[in-house]
């Protein structure tokens, strides 16, 4: 999996500038910290599995939650739609799948026929 290359840093540094909280103590390696969240979302390893070359995961973590919470993450994508379509190779599509309650799964006499069907 690739890190963040110096052409992404170029682009994605005004945009972090706009974004970023003025408030609360700021991250002593904040790139790391940043590129640590990508890779994290990019491959979804948890967090503790975050490779060292991305310091503590705590810190990855923290920043991950603090900006979410603050609704910095939907800020930064607004603003590169607003700039460029994103890269389909960028778009994470989740492949998740729901499953039904048993009941709902067509289970073996688990159905009771509703009272309008009965009528009929």
Known sequence: MRDLTAAQWRALRPMLERVRPRTGRGFADFERSFAGVVFRLRTGVP?????PRFGPWRRAWAL???????????AL????????RPD??????DGTVVRAHQKAAGQ???????????AA
């Open 47 to 51: 967090w503790r599995d975050l490779p």
């Open 64 to 74: 991950h939650r603090r900006w979410a919470r603050l609704g910095v993450w939907d």
């Open 77 to 84: 994508l607004a603003g590169a739609r607003a700039a460029r």
């Open 88 to 93: 389909l190779a960028e778009v994470f599509l």
């Open 108 to 118: 073996k006499g688990a159905a009771k026929p509703s009272a309008a069907r009965a």
